[in-house]
């Protein structure tokens, strides 16, 4: 039952009936379905921003968002797997390949360098998963630089080993005298006594003692590059251009018995002995440069002797002594 409203009239003394009018009706009602839509407006914007109240197209992005994570994280462990097998790859290449072959090694700076200059990832940049995607689209760039790298450089290997017999005949790996012919290792190389000022000066190769006459051999195969008296201090004197950054020079001999362009094999008979030039004696002064630069000959001696003979050699040309030139 509709409940009825009165009001107290004063004047009259009595009660009488609340009358509304319609068009007051009409503003309530009106200013009410106002109210309603302002308050269902606000709560739908509110629900779309709640994560508890997420549309089906929301539920499927989340769900695609988080598949990717997945795919991005086992990519990543992926990525670790290459990384360790490469690294092997890399120190076998480095450590047994370049060394067999006698060839400078591949630093680590240069096989995982990254990318400098212009931002190559910027278009990746100002997303929720920015970070993640980045680091592994660089890390993808530096394997496949890695990779690169070790492919080149197995290809380097690759030809070293087809040349692999005209490198080993090339390096000078005997002695230029034979022990037999020997009267002594009289100075090995570093730092010596120079016999003429008696100053300690720096000894660029071996020394090795012997008659005048004695054979001199070849200690690998090339070409004659010299032979000839033109070098201060040598005498007469013949170098070897060995290939692959060997040569060897032969000083202070008595005579040749090659010419300059003559290829020549290990082993072969070159010259003789002699005092020619800066010496205090008949010897050999014997040289191997690598790239340009002198290195011990006593680690090219293991073509001809035994290693009892070589701790011999080495004890002996170790000692800081007066060499002969």
């Known amino acids: 039952m509709k409940k009825v409203k009165y009001y107290y009239d004063s004047e009259n003394l009595a009660f009488r009936k609340i009358k509304v009018r319609k068009r007051t009706k009409f503003a309530y009602a009106a ?6 839509a302002c308050f269902g407006t606000l709560a739908f914007i509110v629900l779309l921003n709640t994560p508890y109240f997420e549309t089906p197209k929301d539920r499927l992005m989340s769900r695609e968002i988080e598949n990717f994570k997945i795919r991005y994280s086992i990519l990543n462990k992926k990525m670790d797997q290459i990384d360790e097998v490469l690294a092997s790859v890399e120190e076998r290449d480095n450590n047994i390949y370049r060394t067999y072959f006698n060839t400078s090694q591949i630093p680590d700076e240069q096989r995982k360098a990254g990318f400098g200059g212009v931002n190559r990832y910027k278009e990746l940049e100002g997303f929720d998963n920015s970070e993640l995607v980045v680091n592994t689209s660089k890390r993808v760039d530096i394997i496949s630089k890695e990779l690169a790298i070790q492919s080149k450089s197995l290809d380097e290997i690759l030809k070293l080993a087809k040349e692999k017999n005209k490198l080993l005949a090339a390096i000078p790996a005997i002695q230029p005298v034979k022990n037999e012919n020997l009267r002594a290792v009289a100075s090995g ?9 008696k100053v300690r000066k720096f000894h660029a190769g071996m020394d090795f003692s012997s008659k005048s006459g004695t054979p001199i051999y070849s200690t690998g195969d ?3 590059e010299r032979a000839d008296n033109t070098a201060s201090g040598y005498g ?4 070897i251009r060995h290939g692959y950054g060997y040569e060897t020079l032969y000083g202070h001999l008595s005579k040749y018995n090659v010419r ?11 010259g003789f002995v002699g005092s020619t030039g800066r010496s205090e004696a008949p010897h050999l002064h014997y040289e191997v440069h690598k790239n340009g630069e002198v290195v011990n000959p006593l680690n090219f001696y293991y073509g001809n002797i035994s290693a009892a003979e070589y701790v011999q050699i080495a004890k002996v040309a170790n000692q800081e002594n007066q060499s002969l030139d």
Do not use: E, M
């Open 260 to 270: 300059a362009g003559k290829r020549v094999k290990r082993g072969d008979l070159i």
């Open 222 to 224: 090339g070409v004659v």
């Open 31 to 36: 200013l009410f379905l106002l109210a309603s």
């Open 236 to 239: 007469n004197h013949i170098v």
């Open 189 to 197: 190389f570093g730092y010596r006594t120079d016999p003429f000022t």
